[in-house]
């Protein structure tokens, strides 16, 4: 079936770097794609959203690279921060007023000082 | 952070036992959602809601029922709860014109022995 995922489960960098959290998604027909920041003992949170005709965008020292070839979805955190240090989730929405999305498993940022 | 308050926070309660958690808004947002979060799976959609009495079947629904008697409440119940319903329960708010970005709940912390 259609189906979300992550690459790795968890990322160690050492403060400073850019960190890349990578998901492949497999529904060719999802049109946006989302990721979402989940901190210990909260909730998620939204960070940034790419539309499927989008390849790049990018935030607040965040970009989301979206390559529909090889159906891969990344997300990129400049100068990582001790604050950063959370699971990361992928999710996926189609079209046709669906407002679900489907989520994968998330991957765990580690930030070391 | 949106309006989103989950109650109660922690709970726990034996098999056979019904439970109701419950999730308020003050965002008057029209959709708001019941997932579960399990390790090794992605978050879950139990339940959501398009309005006041509009409720909708997830992915995992099975063992749950919802009702949404007002605007700001959405009540997830599990009508007998099983061991295998010991898990994180977050709710989630959206509003039509933002529909991507879901805001969450701080999450009810389940546990069925």
């Known amino acids: 079936g259609e189906s979300v995922g992550l690459h790795l489960p968890t990322l160690s960098v050492q403060e400073g770097d850019n960190s890349i959290i990578n998901c492949a998604y497999s529904?060719?027909?999802?049109?946006?794609f989302i990721w979402y920041k989940q901190e210990s003992g909260k909730g998620p949170q939204f960070i940034i959203d790419?539309?499927?005709?989008?390849d790049k965008r990018q935030g607040q020292r965040v970009t989301v690279l979206l390559n529909k070839t090889v159906k891969h979805l990344s997300l990129q955190i400049a100068a990582t921060q001790p604050g950063d240090s959370a699971v990361y989730f992928c999710?996926?929405?189609?079209?046709?007023?669906?407002?679900?999305?489907?989520f994968g498993r998330g991957t765990s940022l580690i930030v070391h000082p | 952070d949106a309006g989103i308050t989950q109650s109660p926070r922690h709970k726990v309660t034996e098999t056979g036992t019904p439970v109701t958690l419950r999730c308020h808004q003050t965002?008057?947002?029209?959709?708001m959602y019941w997932y579960r979060q399990d390790p090794g799976h992605g978050l879950r959609l139990i339940h959501y809601?398009?309005?006041?009495?509009?409720?909708d079947k997830g992915e995992v629904s099975d063992g749950y029922s919802v009702s949404r008697s007002k605007t700001e409440d959405f009540l997830l119940t599990l009508e007998s709860a099983t061991s295998s319903q010991t898990s994180v329960y977050f709710c989630?708010?959206?509003?039509?014109?933002?529909?991507?970005?879901?805001?969450f709940g701080p999450g009810t912390r389940l546990t069925v022995t």
């Open positions: 999710a996926e929405k189609g079209t046709g007023g669906s407002y679900i999305p489907t």
């Open positions: 529904n060719s027909a999802s049109d946006y």
């Open positions: 790419i539309r499927s005709n989008m």
């Open positions: 965002e008057n947002h029209r959709y």
């Open positions: 809601s398009y309005g006041v009495k509009d409720t």
């Open positions: 989630a708010i959206n509003d039509r014109n933002v529909q991507n970005e879901q805001y």
